[in-house]
Nanobody, 128 residues
Framework: QVQLVESGGGLVQAGGSLRLSCAAP????????MGWFRQAPGKEREFVSA????????YYTDSVKGRFTISRDNAKNTVYLQMNSLKPEDTAVYYC?????????????????????WGQGTQVTVSS
């Protein structure tokens, strides 16, 4: 069992920044792809960004390109989501997720069922 713990959410004004972190103790993290998803009230959980095990492959959904940056530090078993130029429509609960097929260069990263473990979520609220 892999426990993912997110942190870094909060309330910020439009145009501001936040950095989310997701920690995953254990050896599984450094071999695994990671994703960030978000869920706004009344909406489906949607894909935001993904990074493969080495950090050599990264993908963003169109709505966050140029504003969000995903990264990882395998020595710290942590993945990050730096969010800049935040907009009210970014308001959601943000979840990190782990794809456990080891050393996958890529995978169907936008599909929720491709992730085996999920964090509890962290709330991001952007005021206008």
């Amino acid at each position: 069992q892999v426990q993912l713990v997110e942190s870094g959410g909060g309330l910020v004004q439009a145009g501001g920044s936040l950095r989310l972190s997701c920690a995953a103790p254990g050896r599984t993290f450094s071999r695994s792809g990671m994703g960030w998803f978000r869920q706004a009230p009344g909406k489906e959980r949607e894909f935001v960004s993904a990074i493969n095990w080495s950090g050599g492959w990264i993908y963003y959904t169109d709505s966050v390109k140029g504003r969000f940056t995903i990264s990882r530090d395998n020595a710290k078993n942590t993945v990050y989501l730096q969010m800049n130029s935040l907009k009210p429509e970014d308001t959601a609960v943000y979840y990190c997720a782990l794809h456990s097929r080891m050393y996958a260069s890529t995978w169907p990263f936008q599909e929720r069922q491709e992730y085996d473990y999920w964090g509890q979520g962290t709330q991001v609220t952007v005021s206008s």
